[in-house]
């Protein structure tokens, strides 16, 4: 009897706490997978927004195909009310009529202003992919991939216009245990983790449980936003920084160079796996781009340092396949230079 009665007591309090988790009205901003990922838990835990503003849809691809956010495609998903503004200032007085409770925003890619982000009472919070005051700016994920960082984490900001400045108002560290990691898998992982900590800050938050803490921002990183040229690489840098640049870049704006094959028209080569081959005697070393063949017919660049050994690539055009696969086709590729 006991034990049902402490269950019963268990079921009561999670009535409760959903009936209380309905009062707040939350707007969600935000766009890629990593806001999915977070306004779904956020649906699930009984948090779901009266309203989700997202990116306009805009062509994409060689054959640009206006493409939905994914955010607008969940929303859409639990019948939540989307509006996509080429400028939220434009939505102002719309959010303003809605008197949100809260402002929840993951990965959105505008900068806002205090006038939006003062209307809600609880304010507005922003769920940040690295431990700031580190990488402050719209690339995080990928700037701890590249840099080779041991460790990351989320942190939760109350939002200010100036951007991934405002007061922390929780944060969790997470070790990179793996050393080949991706930028999707890395996403993911921290909008998991993200989503977690949100669902545990919430409450704390409204309750006032919660001090912000201002940032040091004497130890802030600014990163910039990536451009495709950004992903031309560079075979003068050490074999180890373009291996991660190529984890790092994936799937945008991802790795390449140039090929150029008897006299042929240049292409455009993507690098979509790599691994590195350390040189066993110190330099000089060879011409930085020069192609080689490696152990199992795989191709090896030269770097600026050791050998970049391609496992995957895709030649414009085609269809990604192994390093092996493409030699069967292009075998003239040994002894050239990519550029």
Known sequence: MASDKVSLKIIKLKILMK??????????????????IILEELIKANFKPVLVVTA?????????????PPVKISAKKYNIEVCQPDKIENYKLK?????????????????????????????????????????????????????????????????????????????????????????????QKLAELGAKLLLETIPKWVNGEIEPKPQDDSRSTYIKILKKQDGKIDWKKPAECIERQIRAFQPW?????ELEI??????????LKADVLKQTKNGPFGVPGKTYLAPDDKIAVQAG???????????????????EEFLRGHLKLIGLVLK
């Open 19 to 36: 009936t209380e988790n309905c009062k707040l009205k939350i707007i969600f901003l935000g766009t890629p997978e990593f806001g999915v």
């Open 56 to 68: 306009p849809d805009k062509p994409v691809g060689r054959k640009q195909i206006i493409t939905l």
């Open 95 to 187: 959010i303003k009529k809605l008197n949100p409770d809260l402002i929840i925003a993951a990965a959105y890619g505008q900068i806002i202003s205090n006038d939006i982000l003062d209307i809600p009472q609880y304010g507005s919070l922003n769920v940040h992919p690295s431990l700031l005051p580190k990488y402050r700016g719209s690339s995080p994920i990928q700037y701890t991939i590249l840099n080779g960082e041991k460790e990351t984490g989320v942190t939760i900001i109350l939002m200010t216009e100036k951007l991934d400045q405002g007061k922390v108002i929780s944060n969790f560290q997470f070790p990179i245990s793996n050393e080949k990691i991706t930028y999707p898998e890395l996403s």
């Open 305 to 323: 340092k050791d050998f970049l050994v391609i496992e995957k690539l895709q030649l414009e055009g085609k269809k990604p396949m192994s390093s």
């Open 253 to 257: 704006p991802g790795s390449f160079s």
């Open 262 to 271: 008897s006299n042929q028209k240049s292409q455009k080569l993507k690098i």
